[in-house]
């Protein structure tokens, strides 16, 4: 009697997903390989132990990645607006928790959740993995 109950629920599961960049028009950013390392206690990230900052990081991922601090986690996006193909005003610059595209539609988006803020935008921002260590930050896909 429960296993029509588990299949549909196995079937739910698995039928569903959250990544916005699962939309067939989301196809301008490549599957780069990133493997980052980033000491917390070198300068250059000394604003990674303030919630609600984030620094970005060139020459890695698309355009680079920008690496957020929300007070509870660090997370990890690709710097390059996913709903333009990569030219160089499609870099996004990070201020706080946000990232703004410096093409002319200044496509902004949400570095908590990876959402555009403009709903009538088709795809969110690449995601990296990000683990913990100390005072290490591991980036990865």
């Not at 709903?83 to 703004?100: E, W």
Request: charged share 10%.
């Amino acid at each position: 009697m429960r296993s029509p109950y588990i299949l549909f629920i196995f079937l739910l599961v698995f039928s569903c997903s959250n990544n916005i960049n699962q939309n067939e028009n989301c196809r301008f950013l490549l599957n780069v390989g990133v493997n980052l390392t980033i000491d917390l206690n070198l300068p250059q990230y000394s604003q990674l132990q303030f919630a609600g900052n984030s620094v970005y990081e060139p020459n890695q991922g698309n355009a680079g990645i920008i690496i957020a601090y929300t007070g509870v986690d660090y997370l990890a996006w690709d710097a390059a607006d996913p709903n333009h193909v990569l030219q160089s005003c499609s870099v996004l610059m990070n201020s706080g928790l946000f990232a703004t595209c410096g093409c002319e539609d200044k496509n902004k988006y949400n570095l908590v959740n990876g959402l555009p803020e403009n709903t009538n935008l088709q795809c969110g921002l690449k995601f990296y993995r990000v683990e913990k260590s100390g005072n290490t930050l591991f980036i990865s896909n």
